[in-house]
């Protein structure tokens, strides 16, 4: 069965960077897209961007370019999604999801929280 | 880019009501329209693909429907357990936005 296993909770000070991973099995991993979305506590859900994870292309919402970098590794099935520069608007729970388009099965989140 | 505004914002209705939501988008983007239901403290969950189809598994008095810029969500008879906040997100080409949400309530 498709799985999407992420990365524990952190905690990080303002500037900082995160990097969060998404572990997946039970399909071939390079055949589907990895999207990213987060969701701000009490808010609704924000798409960050993709990654093909055959090729490395990705797609960014321009609002996070430079701040955002999204990776895969292949050889361990993972998708990463790095933030940088954080403040406390990045205070939220991040999720990978699979593609290619439609988002039919998400990883549990991770919730990231920027703190001093 | 393309803007997704759903409307309302938050919903009461009855066990047992027909419950409709709309989202529209900005600009004609066929069919290529998702609905996504987040229950509290849960992740989201897909519903309705190419604005009117059944993911497997979701229950029949679930519908959608719409092209081009305007699209409904429909309940045919609301249950308890469709407590949660709808989502619709366009899929045609990135950015993939969400709509900010409908969050459905029982009275």
């Known amino acids: 069965q498709v799985q999407l296993v992420q990365s524990g909770a952190e905690v990080k000070k303002p500037g900082a960077s995160v990097k969060v991973s998404c572990k997946a099995s039970g399909y071939t991993f390079t055949n589907f897209y990895m999207h990213w979305v987060r969701q701000a506590p009490g808010q609704g859900l924000e798409w960050m961007g993709w990654?093909?994870?055959?090729?490395?292309?990705?797609n960014y919402v321009p609002k996070f370019q430079g701040r955002v970098t999204l990776t895969r590794d292949m050889s361990t099935d993972t998708a990463y999604m790095e933030l940088s520069r954080l403040t406390s608007d990045d205070t939220a729970v991040y999720y990978c999801a699979r593609g290619p388009a439609l988002l039919g099965y998400w990883g549990q989140g991770t919730l990231v929280t920027v703190s001093s | 880019d393309i803007q997704m505004t759903q409307s309302p914002s938050s919903l009461s209705a009855s066990v047992g009501d027909r419950v409709t939501i709309t989202c529209r988008a900005s600009q004609d983007i066929s069919n290529y329209l998702a609905w996504y239901q987040q229950k509290p403290g849960k992740v989201p969950k897909l519903l309705i693909y190419?604005?009117?189809t059944l993911q497997s598994g979701v229950p029949s008095r679930f519908s959608g429907s719409g092209s081009g810029t305007d699209f409904t969500l429909t309940i045919s008879s609301l249950q308890p357990e469709d407590v949660a906040t709808y989502y619709c997100q366009k899929y045609d080409s990135a950015p993939y936005t969400f709509g900010q949400g409908t969050k459905l309530e029982i009275k």
């Open positions: 190419a604005a009117s």
């Open positions: 990654i093909n994870t055959n090729s490395g292309a990705t």
